[in-house]
């Protein structure tokens, strides 16, 4: 029989281009351009060290990493030097934070022209009267994409990002990823194009409806690549927002809330008498019965909320043989579903084992402390996505229960 090296050099190849390209898209991503704020100072500490100027005065204010930039929406602007027009002309990534205190008929967060209503630009817009985020990107009148992505607005802080990867731009707004808009060609731009935030020329030129944005950036990045969903929600915070997830716990028991960064100015609870301190964006909460906890904060004006749901299982009606596992979890370190547990560890006198095993049999976790997880790694190695086994062994009222079922593993 003749071995065909070729073969097996060709299938060698691919498993370190996909180890590589796995391994990727979890390495650290260094931006180019990268505007933190944080010294209360405008300055990118990024790789290119692009100019910036700013028009009227911008302010500092709390930001979610350090500072945030205050934008008074009347003349606080902020234009970006040349030396960033390159990155326009190939894949790139613009993220960005964002909190807004304005209703007006149309915003102009982000744009990169050298005119007002030209062709060859790309703009982000905010429009208040439908909570949408509209991206547009035009090469000349019959060439062009547009991209609108609803914003939530009962949440304070925004991440958003405007991708380019190859034909297709993208727009992303609080983890959720746009369809491809597909361009059918690479877009080209005018070399004196000037990237702008809150300063394009119609408002500079008060013409139309265009009006400057009023409220918080922070962490403005560029990257001179397209970044994949993965590396993105790694960024992406829990701003003002309750981390638990709603749960469910015994008659008597309580739960302490655990909250992402804030810079709440004023906050309030329903069902405080629940509550050990109500005052605490942390309180130790210990229901009665089942119920939904909300939380309004208030920040510069601008009202959010989140709440988080309670359930109470009554201990004389406990169902044993109800185990509760996912089907599915995402361990990729954007802070939700990362890893692989009981979600209702409270029927569980006793844990035998838990065991996860591979399609080859090969035992990937094992853990008999109730409140371990799996992240969705073998000897420190992250695991590509598959399908698992799982196999549970526990006791309830004194009696031992089994259960076994599929997981799968997602990236």
């Not at 050099?9 to 498993?15: M, N």
């Not at 209360?40 to 911008?58: K, P, Y």
């Not at 030097?81 to 209703?103: A, M, Q, R, S």
């Not at 990107?137 to 925004?158: A, F």
Request: with cysteine; aromatic share 12%.
């Amino acid at each position: 029989m003749r071995i065909s090296y070729k073969k097996y050099l060709k299938g060698f190849i691919l498993i370190v281009l996909n180890f590589i390209l796995f391994n990727m898209s979890f390495s650290q991503v260094v931006p180019v351009v990268n505007v933190s704020f944080d010294s209360c100072g405008i300055q990118d500490t990024g790789s290119l060290g692009a100019t910036l100027e700013a028009s009227g005065d911008i302010g500092c204010y709390c930001g979610l990493v350090g500072n945030s930039a205050e934008f008074d929406g009347i003349v606080d602007g902020l234009n970006f030097g040349y030396e960033v027009n390159p990155l326009f002309d190939t894949d790139f990534t613009i993220e960005f934070i964002i909190l807004h205190t304005i209703i007006l008929d149309l915003v102009d967060l982000l744009t990169y022209s050298n005119e007002c209503l030209t062709d060859s630009f790309f703009t982000l817009q905010y429009i208040p009267t439908i909570s949408d985020l509209r991206l547009i990107v035009k090469e000349t009148e019959t060439r062009l994409v547009q991209i609108d992505m609803n914003i939530d607005d009962s949440r304070c802080w925004h991440h958003v990002a405007i991708i380019r990867d190859g034909y297709n731009y993208y727009l992303m707004v609080d983890g959720v990823l746009s369809d491809p808009a597909n361009a059918e060609r690479l877009f080209t731009f005018p070399e004196n194009n000037v990237l702008t935030v809150s300063n394009n020329f119609c408002t500079q030129e008060n013409r139309g409806n265009h009006h400057r944005f009023k409220g918080f950036i922070d962490e403005f990045k560029i990257y001179n690549f397209a970044l994949n969903i993965l590396q993105l929600n790694r960024m992406a915070l829990s701003a003002d927002m309750i981390v638990n997830q709603d749960t469910t716990i015994f008659l008597g028991d309580g739960i302490l809330i655990d909250m992402g960064p804030t810079c709440a100015d004023y906050f309030s609870w329903t069902g405080k008498a629940d509550m050990d301190d109500p005052e605490s964006l942390t309180p130790y909460i210990t229901p009665k019965e089942t119920s939904v906890y909300n939380l309004y904060i208030t920040m510069n004006g601008k009202t959010c909320s989140d709440s988080i749901k309670i359930y109470i299982q009554d201990p004389d009606e406990l169902d044993c043989k109800n185990i509760l596992l996912p089907n599915s979890f995402t361990p990729n370190d954007d802070g939700v579903n990362d890893t692989y547990g009981i979600s209702n560890k409270f029927i569980v006198e006793d844990l035998k084992y838990f065991d996860i095993y591979d399609k080859w049999g090969t035992r990937v976790f094992r853990t008999t402390n109730i409140n371990d997880s799996w992240d969705g790694s073998y000897n420190n190695e992250n695991l590509n996505p598959d399908k698992f086994i799982y196999k549970i062994s526990y006791v309830c009222k004194n009696k031992e229960y089994f259960s076994q079922g599929i997981i799968n593993l997602l990236r």
